[in-house]
């Protein structure tokens, strides 16, 4: 928390602060932006985070292993599998667990329809951040169906709670693949439905395309990762550059940006979708009978020592630090959240901008308040 | 790369006080002091140019607080960790903000949980705790609200 962010003697009579937030509709969640501005221009932008710092890390420290995995959902709601996943792989590795194959196809298809479900409310929440009010009436069509697909299979619909320590609780509904099948027959023809009433729009382009340039070594450098990385025309993926489960064995595509402005994060979003899409399908078709659930101790009590796993989430980069002392509880954890880094570097490519562009530029961002909190 | 090839590049350049290796990856203590020049060796010359995140972990024990700082190279796909010992009374360390951007949020918040003063940092501001709670994550630290209720 921040009491005075710019020094007033820097201020000079043309300027003035404007705070954005913390309860400003385009923010999506806690989080105050003080904003330095001459005119219409900012001329300086300091975020303020922590409004629902909730002390994850502290609680984590006095929970048992399994006890964990539900935290983890509320970290980041939108994408509440991958940030399963990232826990329970940490766990696994350090106790030496082997899933079986089934698990890890299945895993792979919850944590790809939970990016499709949170780049969908992305793109709602973005058209209504620029004054597009029909996008989300689209977009929840589908989002729906796939809510009800991860429904089936773990009963909840936003903090799903989805992946144990060793696989799963229980295996894929009976229906699950001709849902599943059903769905991706239209879900390509969905997304240029998508890009043609948002993106590829003449009002949208112009107010994205070369807003809020972001380049390549600026965004390494701000450890920035995911779509907006991406974005700057970096094809770095992990499920790609250092692949995780059994993401080695599909086929898919890094999606790309040109320029690193806005337009082209909102661009990449949609053809990850699409890659999504067809690591459903051959993942589908891929998937082998068996257990779904390895052979896990009823105490889980891993071996000393650290491990740090990471996930590609529809975010960025998310990761567990996990230091254990040989107890039934965890010696530290730190969550590596991905919206973090790529809030600090917002500072960098909004000076110069308008303030409307404020908003259309952090929207492209995909912030989700409560992981950047913790 | 291994762990043992990394370890031999820093080497050439650097001193490692002590080495080991956890569940594949490298983890070197280097001297506090030291600890830009390496970050800056390790981000061009041996070319990990992510820096994934910087903690720390109390060791009321050892009366130690480590300082970590996990990499992450793009091209070759190795992490590495580089480890710091401080006294836990004299909790202080140089910054690493001016070679990584990103370590700048991420010492703020070492800073704030740990109680480490990051020495040369632009804005040590605290970054997500309000005024009054200091160093949470020490293991000795005590809050009334963190008492467990009595058993019914």
């Known amino acids: 928390m921040i009491k005075a962010p710019f020094e007033m003697e820097k201020i000079s009579d043309e300027e003035y602060i404007l705070n954005m937030g913390p309860q ?40 048992k292993f399994e006890m964990i995995t539900p935290y983890t959902d509320r970290l980041d709601y939108l994408s509440a ?32 329809l939970n990016r499709i479900m949170s780049h969908l409310l992305w793109y709602s929440a973005f058209g209504m951040d620029v004054g597009a009010l029909t996008p989300i009436f689209y977009a929840f069509r589908e989002r729906e169906e796939v809510i009800d697909m991860v429904e089936g299979m773990t009963g909840g619909r936003l903090t799903h709670h989805a992946f144990r320590i060793g696989g799963f609780k229980n295996d894929l509904q009976k229906d699950f693949l001709s849902r599943l ?82 337009w082209d994060r909102l661009k990449v979003r949609m053809d990850e979708m699409r890659e999504s899409a067809k690591i ?12 779904f659930c390895a052979k896990v101790p009823r105490v889980i009590k891993p071996a000393p020592g650290e491990v740090y796993t990471k996930v590609e989430s529809a975010r960025g980069e998310f990761g567990v630090y996990m230091v254990s002392d040989g107890t039934e509880k965890p010696y530290r954890i730190k969550f ?25 530029i952090m929207g492209s961002l995909d912030l989700v308040i409560p992981e950047i909190d913790r | ?68 700082y996990h990499f992450f190279s793009y091209e070759t796909a190795d992490s590495v960790v580089l480890r710091i010992k401080l006294d836990r009374a004299k909790a202080e360390v140089p910054t690493i903000s001016g070679v990584f951007k990103t370590a700048d949020w991420h010492e703020r918040e070492a800073s704030e949980m740990f109680g480490i003063k990051f020495s040369g940092h632009p804005d040590l501001n605290r970054l997500l705790l309000p005024d009054g709670i200091e160093s949470p994550l ?15």
């Open chain 2, 1 to 68: 790369m291994n762990f043992q090839e990394i370890l031999e590049k820093i080497k050439t350049k650097h001193e490692v006080l002590e080495s080991k290796e956890d569940l594949g990856v490298l983890n070197a203590y280097i001297a506090t002091a030291k600890i830009a020049a390496v970050a800056a060796f390790m981000k061009d010359e041996l070319k990990f140019e992510q820096l994934n995140f910087i903690t720390a972990v109390d060791f009321p024990a050892n009366n130690a607080i480590e300082v970590v």
């Open chain 1, 81 to 112: 599998v991958n940030y399963n996943w990232a826990y329970v792989a940490a766990v696994e590795k350090l106790m030496g667990i082997q899933l079986p194959e089934r698990a890890e196809y299945m895993r792979v298809m919850l944590a790809e």
């Open chain 1, 280 to 291: 459903l399908k051959q993942a589908a078709a891929m998937l082998p009978a068996g257990e």
């Open chain 2, 138 to 152: 020490r293991k000795d630290y005590k809050n009334p609200d963190m008492t467990p209720l009595p058993k019914a």
């Open chain 1, 336 to 360: 590596r959240s991905p919206s973090f880094s790529n809030l600090s570097v917002l500072k960098e490519i909004t000076i110069g901008s308008k303030i409307a562009d404020v908003v259309a």
């Open chain 1, 24 to 63: 400003h509709p385009s923010t999506h969640g806690v989080l105050r932006i003080v904003l330095k501005l001459d005119g219409e221009v900012v001329t300086g932008l300091y975020p303020d985070v922590g409004y629902i710092h909730s002390s994850v890390e502290k609680m984590c420290e006095n929970k």
């Open chain 1, 181 to 262: 099948e059903k769905f991706l027959a239209k879900f390509e023809d969905r997304i240029c439905e998508y890009e043609a009433l948002l993106i590829n729009n003449v009002i949208l382009t112009a107010r994205t395309k070369g807003v809020g340039i972001l380049d390549k070594d600026t965004a390494i450098n701000y450890g920035v990762t995911g779509p907006v990385l991406r974005g700057s025309g970096c094809a770095i993926d992990l499920r790609k550059n250092a692949p995780y489960s059994v993401y080695s064995k599909f086929d898919f595509r890094v999606c790309t940006g040109k320029n690193g402005d806005t």
